[in-house]
């Protein structure tokens, strides 16, 4: 199983060589898991950069994967992620989720670095 944080999935969207590397993710739905919280913060970024017809069409897109809601047990499982790891909320939740379900995390954002089941690109390359 897969999660494409939302760093990710901006990357696929601007069609970058990261959003590239991402590709082989996406065209596998059966393997995406996708966390309510990002496709929060997706839409959120989107809604300042393109039309609503274009975000709502890349938010269905996001869809094909299994969106994992946030529910009591995860809000727990992320809460003791965020102490172990000093993650902010949102990512605690990415993590917790990509823990609950054992997958991959597909990533830019510099804080997921060398933790567990993590694919970590470099934006500064």
Not at 47 to 74: P, Y
Not at 84 to 90: E, S
Request: charged share 20%.
């Amino acid at each position: 199983m897969n999660i494409i944080d939302s760093s990710c999935w901006i990357e696929y969207f601007h069609n970058t060589s990261i959003g590239g590397a991402v590709l082989p993710v996406v065209e596998r739905p059966h393997e995406l898991l996708v966390p309510s919280i990002v496709l929060y913060e997706v839409c959120k970024y989107l809604l300042s950069k393109t039309s609503e017809e274009n975000v709502m069409a890349f938010i269905r897109m996001m869809h094909k994967g299994q969106v994992i809601v946030l529910d009591s047990g995860l809000s727990i499982s992320a809460a003791n992620v965020s102490r172990r790891h000093k993650l902010a909320m949102a990512d605690s939740i990415i993590y917790a989720t990509a823990e609950r379900h054992n997958a991959v995390l597909w990533t830019t954002d510099k804080h997921f670095d060398g933790l567990p089941n993590v694919r970590y690109f470099d934006k500064t390359r």
